[in-house]
């Protein structure tokens, strides 16, 4: 009897403690690609680790500045893009739908 | 059913954080976007905030909270660098380890940090170093943030040095290296970890579980985070579990490539011409955000009409705010709060006057430190590749009917 009691508190306790009992669910958010040459590509390769708002909301920028994101990717985060005809396709497809026209 | 219905509702709301527009001329730093809605989606133990990615959760305050000297806990900004965080941490077995150049590597757990060391509490503004981001011209790199990268809240946890007394630290450990519970998807990632120098250790810097009066909210970092008041938030470790001490700072490239600015006296670089020499960003510069009213807020002609919003600095404390409403030609003072939440908190201020002609109605608000420091009007920041540290004077236009 004192052991139940003893277990009910406890667990009682936990409750109160912590606001969010057994864990928290994060809702998926979509954020659509736009449609080009090279999406199919980006998309397995960008979307395996983050969200695509992550990448979208970095602004339109230049292809140097997506070309050292995605070798950034690869060097420091170790994306599985192994290939430079791999590079290509996303750091084009990157540039051509969220470029700013500028080269550099 | 339901599920289709909110992936139907979650494509509306992924356009809302898309990329804004701007029709500033290249090269000068305007204000921040400001027109950004909230998500019609909830994150947990949040209300919807302005949402630019669920994996991480990346999620911005609206400007309209910033009109009180604290940020409630569900409208706090969300910022995760790694996207696999722990969906559930079990307050009764979590522990924070304490290695490296030690004494004796310990864990402690959590009650033990509620028992067994002097309690703290101190108010304390959290601002990403890349809040406003999207003031600067050419676009910056990074997530394009309004101004809504921060908020203000009163912690409660332990002292950091009282932690790292219990382990003690040898005399060769020179640097403190923090990590959370977050991870990448691929285990050869390196982890999210931050250090300190320990000459920069002080009595203000607390492992915090209670923000608000409330546990963290996990979004926020529960049941542990690291509060090092005066900084930006970069090294505000959230799910803190481990603490290594080490001799030689490690190589690191949150330390060594993130986060960093132009080693020179304008904080400043071009795009063709980047600045090989860095530094951390470390001390947030002064600053105020005006909450309200806001901008396309309608105001009646002649109606008393109090602006409201908030203001800080890196720690030297804020000693006036000042509101123009001629395009910053005249400036008056603004009413600030007691600052009885200390140096590192929000000063709320208040301006109350009345418009008098109807039209548009341009309302500018800059903060002066105790340092005699003044925010700079926002064509005059300088460009840096991060688009760190803006702290432009603030303005918002309403108009008066």
């Known amino acids: 009897m004192m052991k139940k009691l003893i277990l009910i508190l406890l667990l009682m306790s936990t409750t109160l403690f912590a606001q969010v009992d057994g864990g928290i669910t994060i809702p998926y958010i979509d954020f659509p690609m736009k449609e080009g040459k090279g999406v199919y590509s980006t998309r397995g390769k960008c979307n395996m680790c983050h969200s695509w708002g992550y990448t979208l909301n970095q602004g339109l920028q230049s292809k140097k500045f997506w070309y050292e994101k995605v070798m950034k990717m690869i060097i420091v985060f170790k994306a599985p893009i192994k290939t430079q005809e791999d590079i290509d396709t996303v750091v084009n497809y990157l540039f051509e739908n969220y470029g700013n026209g500028k080269l550099q | ?401």
Request: with cysteine.
């Open chain 2, 1 to 401: 059913m339901e599920r289709r219905d909110f992936f139907k509702k979650a494509i509306v709301v992924a356009g809302s954080a898309a990329v804004g527009t701007s029709t500033l001329d290249a090269g000068e730093t305007g204000n921040p976007i400001d027109n950004r809605k909230v998500s019609d989606v909830a994150f947990p133990e949040k209300r919807p905030l302005i949402t630019y990615s669920d994996r991480p959760p990346l999620l911005e305050t609206p400007r309209e909270v910033f009109t009180s000297a604290l940020t409630p806990n569900d409208l706090f900004f969300v910022r995760w660098h790694m996207p696999m965080i722990p969906k559930y941490i079990n307050p009764n077995t979590f522990t924070i380890s304490i290695n490296g150049l030690v004494e004796k590597e310990i864990k402690v757990s959590l009650k033990e940090l509620k028992t067994q060391f002097k309690q703290v509490e101190l108010t304390a503004v959290l601002q990403c170093g890349g809040n406003s981001r999207t003031a600067f011209k050419p676009t910056a790199g990074g997530i394009q943030w309004g101004v809504g990268a921060m908020g203000c809240a009163r912690w409660k946890g332990v002292r950091l040095k009282d932690v790292l007394k219990k382990a003690g630290l040898k005399k060769e450990a020179a640097w403190i290296g923090f990590n959370g519970e977050d991870k990448a998807v691929y285990s050869e990632t390196a982890n999210f970890v931050r250090e300190l120098n320990l000459e920069h250790l002080n009595d203000n810097i607390i492992l915090a579980y209670e923000m608000n009066g409330e546990d963290l909210p996990y979004l926020n970092g529960y049941p542990l985070r690291l509060v090092i008041p005066g900084v930006y938030s970069d090294s505000w470790i959230k799910m803190i579990s481990n603490i290594t001490a080490t001799k030689e700072k490690q190589k690191l490239h949150f330390m060594e490539k993130a986060y960093r600015i132009p080693d020179n006296e304008c904080e400043c670089e071009t795009p063709d011409n980047l600045v090989k020499k860095t530094k951390p960003i470390e001390e947030m510069n002064v600053n105020s955000i005006i909450g309200y009213p806001v901008t396309g807020s309608k105001v009646r002609n002649a109606s008393d009409l109090i602006v409201r919003g908030v203001a800080f600095d890196g720690g030297h404390g804020i000693k006036k705010v000042q509101i123009s409403i001629d395009g910053g030609e005249m400036w008056e003072d603004a009413l600030l709060n007691d600052g009885s939440e200390g140096k590192y908190a929000y000063r709320a201020f208040t301006y109350a006057f009345k418009p008098k002609n109807s039209g548009k109605l341009t309302i500018m608000c800059k903060a002066t430190n105790e340092k005699g420091e003044e925010q700079p009007f926002a064509k005059d920041i300088k460009w840096n590749h991060g688009g760190y540290k803006y702290n432009g004077i603030d303005k918002i236009t309403v108009e008066v009917v």
